[in-house]
């Protein structure tokens, strides 16, 4: 039997191992998410005056990370079974990017009519075109942004000789709660203003 060297796969699976690697992933992630809370102090004025988009808030940023960990999560399992290829003519590849946009526009029409409606019951209520509209289009924008993350961050794991399963799921997931701010702010601000 041999000795446990650097290539075993298993010596990734040590604490020391994956301390090294996802804690200055993690340092660099949550420095950025300070960046979102940033954005959101500096349009609390328009989120004020419109306080129905405010239920969006949580749950776009959410459902963004949401949909970058599902397509994250499914390229990760194929790569492990050996069965994904980065390539711009795989069926499955496209059909996983397909099933993800597909998603987002049901979840994303669903969050619209479901802001409105809470916003007639505890907010000011909002036009349910405007609101369905910033949450479509803001939605799917994410969906796109979370589809191409999750492909960069399997894809730069996987030449770099990191496990997908250890660092996609926090990128993806940080990043998209970043953008899915910035994302809903500029939507929310063209189709108000």
Do not use: K
Not at 132 to 146: D, E, F, P, R
């Amino acid at each position: 039997m041999a000795a446990a060297g650097a290539d075993d796969p298993l010596d990734t699976w040590t604490i020391r191992h994956i301390v090294g690697t996802m804690f200055p992933i993690l340092l660099v992630l949550s420095m950025l998410e300070m960046g979102s809370g940033y954005v959101l102090s500096a349009l609390e004025e328009t989120y004020l005056s419109n306080p129905t988009l405010l239920v969006l808030v949580p749950v776009m940023i959410g459902m963004g990370g949401n949909l970058g960990a599902i397509l994250s999560s499914r390229l990760s399992t194929r790569l492990h079974l050996g069965l994904l290829e980065f390539d711009p003519r795989n069926e499955v590849l496209w059909t996983n990017v397909l099933a993800i946009l597909g998603l987002a526009a049901t979840v994303f029409s669903a969050l619209g009519v479901t802001a409105w409606f809470v916003g007639q019951v505890i907010a000011q209520p909002m036009p349910l075109t405007d609101l369905l509209l910033i949450s479509i289009v803001s939605g799917m924008l994410l969906a796109v942004i979370a589809i191409v993350l999750s492909l960069g961050a399997t894809y730069i794991s996987y030449t770099r000789g990191l496990d997908p399963d250890d660092t996609t799921i926090p990128v993806v997931t940080n990043l998209c709660d970043i953008l899915g701010v910035i994302v809903l702010s500029v939507v929310a601000l063209v189709v108000l203003n």
